[in-house]
């Protein structure tokens, strides 16, 4: 199964698609997608949009997994900013017709490093371990897109696993 992993941002969005079969999975490709911070709201939208429908069409994924929506009380701005990201993002997944699966912050560090308040350091070692990778993926929204990949595969494939014994 190949799974797209996207954390939503205004400015840097990452992304991080695996190939999952079984217990392996594979790195296929990462990245990041960038706006820039001096053009219009719809602009940067419009951008997000564009490259992740094509991104979407290039790679072919069966799922598409976004980080749930956060808010913290003392900088509610950024999870605005992050949403309207998150938006974009969001209809380039429908129009390309491909499930859209979402799961809370603490849930993915939990899977992948078995703490829920994991660091990013942690989660940056962690992710590279699983993948097989000399050196942990940079900037940290190519790390937490492979997490959401990741952890993706793992409920995933145990749901699958599961399956046979109904």
């Not at 992993?5 to 296929?28: C, F, K, Q, S």
């Amino acid at each position: 199964m190949r799974i797209l992993g996207i954390d939503p941002g205004l400015g840097i969005t990452g992304y991080g698609l695996i190939e999952a079969d079984g217990n392996n999975v594979r790195l296929i490709e990462a990245g990041v997608i960038r706006s820039n911070a001096k053009d219009k709201m719809e602009k940067r939208l419009a951008g997000i949009y564009k490259k992740v429908t094509d991104l979407i069409k290039d790679t072919m994924p069966e799922a598409v997994v976004l980080e749930e929506l956060y808010s913290h009380y003392k900088h509610p701005k950024t999870s605005i900013l992050m949403a309207h990201g998150r938006g974009a993002i969001c209809l380039a997944v429908e129009h390309r017709n491909v499930a859209l699966v979402n799961y809370p912050t603490t849930k993915i560090k939990k899977a992948i490093t078995g703490r829920g308040r994991a660091s990013k350091e942690q989660m940056q070692r962690t992710v590279a371990s699983l993948l097989g990778l000399k050196n942990p993926p940079e900037p940290f929204d190519i790390t937490d897109a492979l997490a959401l990949a990741i952890t993706h595969a793992n409920i995933w494939g145990h749901r699958n696993d599961l399956q046979g014994f109904r």
